[in-house]
């Protein structure tokens, strides 16, 4: 009888390879296989529920959290998320922060699907919806996870073969990728979100490819067509969602010729004439059409992100990647080849995992006597070893897929490794999210190894026993960390732990106090000591600067601002903030120097271009201040600030009908703007039209009704229209909010006067 383990009809057990597994008896070996098999099939029934429980137990507790640390920036702060008004084409025109992605100050990062996701939830909820933000990416990495059971299968079942055990061993596989702890920032950081996307299409890539590969063998050529122009489609939103994704045409082409086509890639079948076989399918004009397409889309898809980027690379700084900038090439090498060691040992053993691992989190090596040096010597000792057993070792189904695990952990790696451009940072654990399906392939594929050469059943013990540890240790870790991820400043403190020099994580802590807790002093102690670590770190100079300059301290926060932008002349913020603490000092020409540098490097800045409506509002040049104040609301429409002083400065200079215009189109983009509602109400005022103020007032306060200033305002109206009821409620109600305020009691005093001397009079 014709085994169900067998690939013939052999009478014993045989497992893909064709090792013998043991020779039990008849009944035994029945009763055992029916066992198994039964197993089987109920693991690959469940696996579904298995894979989308494992990510929502182990991190459900995270929904909750908050938008902190990347996420402020590309969610919170990014007017392609926020800003309904923005248009959808601004996310195909900026990076994943919101910036124009042609300027020279942008990081170049293109990930507008990504972007796109984040803007239809926040359509759909008309806020910020954190919750829902959480909540889809755990079901984002659950979907990838169960992807993962159907790539695996092909890798495992070498693309053709689809046994039992197949379904057994992927579905292992995609159990280790969902429990490992160094993806928990890809799923607990909102914008980890460019990881889960690039990965799901990632992984419908490689499936599409597999299904155009069998289409050219038993259906049309247009089918195949068809096929393969999904696949390119796929692969194109995986670069789309995040850049990494770019490498799934890579991996397809290293798949076709290592698993479908089994190459040989023995050095000793290099020197004979190149014969490759398959296992089902004839060699022919489909394979070299497959490479060609693949090879051109890739060319094409490069020239395409180039050209997005303005053909202009992002420019970093020391402080960013600190090995880049070593001075001479041995020593790039040596720190680069460190830096693959500790991504290694992160992705090996995950026991070291820090939300940012740069600015003196690893230190340079800098001689050759440093003990370090052993991990570069061991970390390329052990990818020789790999190499050398790839070219070396007869063809294999276990040696083809260690070639295909190994191709995909390092190909995806690729980009982060600084080999093809130098990155922006040192260590990033996202970036080992899609390295990761190679190194748990691996890992599991060598314990199927194991377990197969062996009879030995007290091994097979210690070896599953081994793997469940390791399922259970991740499991743990993963958990943990999504504890950390529920808390800001507790990210921020077990960051400490792990990089105790890290100047970064005190900017940090230093800005969550300030910003948060609203805790200057910490604020100011956390800067201080993370200049302290790096005296190049022209942010937080910056921000040190800005709390000083709000205690009254202008001198040192001019100083201070001077240095940050002596170390970065690009950092725009930074002249900006110089140009504002100047204005402070009435130092007015040094501060129009400063904010005009500022739009030099950020044309058309609105926050800039608002501040330097200030600087001409108080220097007296009325003209220039409108100017700016329209450019930049015309920028960043309504810009409620710039719009509000605008209306201000008209309002001063007696020009009430402007000032009416102007909050009135304002109003329309913006209507819930209550100090807006306020602006147009008391021009309206001024103006005699009473009838045409009162429902603007009845709008600001009804929009701001802890603002005692409106309800005074509100009260020199009726007071002036004579409804002198009215006028007193008005001015009770804000000096209730507000009993400071002079001249609403002197107000409230002169109509209590008025009313009793008309009562008097009757």
């Not at 029945?30 to 066992?35: D, G, I, N, P, V």
Request: net charge positive.
């Amino acid at each position: 009888t014709q085994s169900t383990w067998g690939e013939g009809n052999s009478k014993f057990a045989l497992e893909p390879d064709g090792c013998t597994v043991g020779r039990p008896t008849c009944h035994s070996l029945s009763l055992a296989m029916m066992t198994r098999s039964l197993l089987m099939d109920s693991i690959q029934t469940f696996n579904p529920f298995i894979i989308a429980a494992v990510p929502a137990l182990l991190y459900a507790n995270t929904i909750w959290g908050g938008l902190f640390y990347d996420d402020s920036e590309a969610i919170s702060n990014n007017r392609d998320v926020t800003d309904p008004t923005s248009s959808l084409s601004a996310i195909w025109e900026h990076d994943f922060w919101g910036s124009n992605i042609s300027l020279a100050t942008s990081h170049k990062s293109y990930r507008p699907v990504t972007t796109l996701t984040f803007r239809i939830q926040r359509y759909l909820h008309g806020a910020l919806p954190t919750v829902a933000f959480h909540s889809l990416n755990i079901i984002l990495h659950s979907l990838v996870c169960f992807l993962l059971i159907q790539v695996y299968q092909l890798f495992f079942g070498l693309g053709i073969h689809r046994l039992p055990s197949y379904r057994y061993w992927s579905l292992l596989s995609a159990l280790l990728f969902a429990v490992h702890p160094v993806h928990s920032e890809s799923v607990l950081a909102c914008v980890g979100r460019a990881d889960l996307l690039s990965a799901i299409f990632f992984l419908a890539t490689i499936i599409a490819f597999q299904s155009a590969i069998k289409s050219a063998q038993s259906e049309s050529t247009i089918s195949f067509i068809a096929k393969l122009s999904l696949c390119l489609l796929l692969s194109l939103l995986s670069m789309l969602s995040k850049e990494q994704g770019l490498t799934v045409l890579a991996v397809c082409s290293v798949y076709d010729i290592i698993i479908v086509c089994q190459f040989d890639s023995r050095i000793i079948s290099l020197i004979k004439p190149i014969r490759l076989k398959s296992l089902n399918y004839q060699i022919n004009l489909y394979f070299i059409s497959r490479q060609l397409i693949l090879l051109i889309w890739f060319l094409l898809l490069i020239i395409f992100r180039w050209a997005v980027m303005g053909y202009n690379s992002p420019t970093f700084q020391p402080i960013d990647n600190p090995a880049a900038f070593a001075p001479t090439q041995l020593l790039r090498f040596i720190n680069h080849s460190y830096i693959y060691s500790i991504n290694g040992f992160i992705i090996m053993f995950p026991v070291w995992l820090c939300f940012d691992w740069s600015m003196g989190c690893i230190s340079l090596i800098q001689s050759t006597s440093n003990i370090r040096l052993l991990c570069v010597l061991s970390f390329w000792l052990l990818f020789f070893l790999l190499i050398g057993y790839i070219l070396s070792a007869p063809p294999s189904q276990s040696k083809r897929r260690i070639s295909l695990g190994f191709a995909v952990l390092i190909i995806t790696f690729l980009p982060a490794s600084n080999l093809l451009f130098t990155v922006g940072f040192v260590i990033a654990e996202r970036q080992l999210y899609l390295p990761t399906i190679g190194y748990c392939f691996l890992i599991v594929a060598g314990l199927q190894t194991l377990t197969k050469y062996t009879s030995n059943q007290s091994y097979r013990f210690v070896l599953w026993l081994g793997f469940a540890v390791v399922l259970s240790s991740f499991s743990a870790k993963s958990y943990l960390r999504s504890l950390d991820w529920q808390d800001e400043r507790r990210l921020y403190a077990t960051g400490l732990s792990v990089c105790p020099n890290n100047a970064k994580i005190f900017y940090n802590l230093g800005k969550v106090s300030a910003e948060v807790f609203s805790d200057s002093d910490a604020a100011v102690a956390y800067y201080r000591r993370a200049i302290e670590l790096n005296p190049e770190y022209d942010q937080a100079f910056n921000n040190l600067a800005n709390i000083l300059s709000s205690r009254g301290a202008l001198s040192e926060s001019v100083r201070l601002l001077r240095e940050s932008v002596r170390i970065n002349p690009r950092f725009y913020v930074g002249w900006m903030n110089l140009g504002v603490a100047l204005a402070e000092t009435r130092a007015f020409p040094e501060a129009e120097d400063s904010y005009t540098e500022a739009l030099r490097l950020r044309p058309g800045y609105p926050d800039c271009l608002y501040n330097l409506g200030n600087l001409y509002r108080d220097w007296g040049r009325h003209s220039d201040a409108i100017r700016a104040y329209i450019s930049a609301a015309n920028q960043q429409p309504p810009h409620s600030a710039a719009t509000n002083n605008l209306v201000v400065l008209l309002g001063e200079l007696g020009r009430h009908r402007e000032a009416v215009t102007v909050a009135k189109g304002a109003l329309a983009l913006s209507p819930h703007e209550h100090g807006l509602l306020h602006h147009v109400a008391k021009s309206l005022t001024l103006l005699g039209d009473y009838a045409g103020a009162e429902p603007y007032y009845a709008d600001a306060i009804r929009l701001g009704p802890d603002v005692a200033l409106y309800r005074a305002s509100a009260g020199v109206l009726y007071h002036k229209w004579g409804r002198f009821d009215q006028a007193e409620a008005e001015y009770v109600g804000s000096l209730r909010l507000d009993p400071n305020q002079p001249t609403t009691a002197d107000n409230l005093n002169k109509l209590r006067e008025k009313k009793r001397r008309q009562s008097q009079g009757r």
